[in-house]
């Protein structure tokens, strides 16, 4: 649901300084680099890549007017109203800043798909651009081959699914920046089940070195650590079983959701997510859909670790078939209503979930009343007016934010 923003900050951002004129040592490695990259990939530099650097003043600047370019201000407020509906963040969450400061702070070197350049942070250290080198321009490489700027925002037909690509994307450059490490050492590079590992451990651990991102809310900090972590994770799994080839088949034949990113034998059997049909309000005011998209694996499993803990998590994990949501503003007053759906895998799971989602709707509001419960329907009043949750067989539906209680169909 945070698809356009989340975007925006790992991989659509068009950083347009020029290069400097005078030597750059950094700079001076990329051709032994990209030599590297493609004995290791097989994907052979089709033109030699561009780069530049920039200061972190002027990373801001350029961002702050960049997302006034590239996000159009009711695609944010869409992006925000549903992480606040869903209470995923703070209602005072102002998600615009955030990006910008997230990305400001964590900025050491980006690809830009777009003018087809790499660039560099100017206070980057040069022990450490080697590696970061290797990151970005495997980016590069793969842009040469298969257009990552369109495979990022054309190809996905879904929220979750843009999430799965950003994975493809960050996953197969951290891989094969940990295989141009062990080449660069005399090793095989393949790396091992702990290096991978090492992956999701360190970007938890450097959350430490950066305090906007120790500060967000854990919908935020996981949105940007999971293309690392769980990305690293599928593409390893995709090697392990295709070899070189996978390095072109993640592209050509990308995973559709954030579920074939988590379990790869998803991904391997071509499960694709359903989409359960969303409840029918029936109002007397006028209602004007302000957004609508998927809830991914990725998405509950945040939800319910926010609200229940990582152990009640991971009992979801692999059980979702799939999710929906639209959020409707009724009425001059613009009151918004969020309508959701999800469907499970059996319907003993579905109502495992149900339970677990009433406990959500409890914990995320300061006020909670339930009105009617029982069975396999629960309704009440939140902060933001009444609700009405139900169990139907494998799906679990609930709407949200009405200013009356007004008529559901199913």
Request: glycine share 6%.
């Amino acid at each position: 649901m945070l698809r356009k923003v989340v975007a925006f900050c790992l991989l659509s951002i068009s950083l347009l300084a020029g290069a400097r004129k005078e030597k750059d040592a950094a700079f001076g490695q990329i051709d032994a680099i990209v030599k590297t990259l493609s004995e290791i990939t097989g994907l052979t530099e089709k033109h030699a890549v561009p780069y530049g650097r920039m200061s972190k003043s002027e990373l801001r600047k350029f961002l702050n007017k960049r997302i006034k370019k590239t996000l159009k201000p009711d695609e944010i407020y869409a992006d925000e109203l549903s992480l606040k509906m869903f209470g995923l963040v703070p209602q005072d969450f102002d998600l615009k800043k955030s990006t910008i400061d997230l990305l400001t702070e964590q900025a050491a070197a980006f690809y830009d798909y777009d003018e087809k350049k790499l660039f560099m942070l100017e206070d980057s250290s040069f022990s450490a651009e080697t590696t970061t080198l290797a990151h970005e321009l495997s980016h590069a490489l793969a842009d040469q081959y298969f257009n990552l700027d369109k495979f990022m925002e054309d190809s996905p037909a879904s929220d979750d699914e843009n999430l799965a690509h950003t994975a493809v994307v960050e996953g197969e450059a951290s891989w094969l920046m940990i295989a141009y490490e062990l080449k660069q050492s005399g090793q095989k590079p393949v790396p091992t089940p702990e290096m991978v590992k090492s992956v999701a451990d360190t970007s938890e651990a450097s959350m430490a070195d950066y305090p906007v991102l120790k500060n967000s809310p854990l919908y935020i900090q996981e949105s940007l650590l999971f293309p690392y972590s769980e990305g690293t994770a599928f593409f390893d799994a995709v090697y392990k079983k295709m070899g070189k080839a996978s390095f072109a088949a993640v592209f050509t034949d990308p995973p559709v959701d954030s579920a074939q990113i988590m379990h790869p034998k998803k991904y391997f059997d071509h499960e694709k997510p359903s989409k359960p049909d969303l409840p029918k309000i029936a109002s007397d005011l006028k209602a004007k859909e302000i957004t609508e998209g998927s809830m991914g694996e990725f998405d509950h499993s945040i939800l319910l670790r926010q609200y229940l803990g990582d152990a009640k998590a991971a009992e979801f994990s692999g059980h979702l078939l799939g999710g929906q949501f639209k959020i409707w503003q009724l009425g001059k007053v613009k009151h918004p209503i969020l309508v959701y759906a999800s469907q499970w895998d059996s319907n003993a799971q579905a109502a495992h979930f149900f339970a677990a989602y009433k406990k959500v709707l409890h914990s995320k509001w300061k006020h909670y009343d339930e009105t009617a419960g029982g069975g396999d329907t629960v309704k009440g009043t939140g902060d933001n007016g009444y609700f009405e949750t139900r169990l139907q067989g494998d799906r679990v539906t609930s709407v949200e934010g009405m200013p009356t209680p007004l008529v559901v169909n199913y």
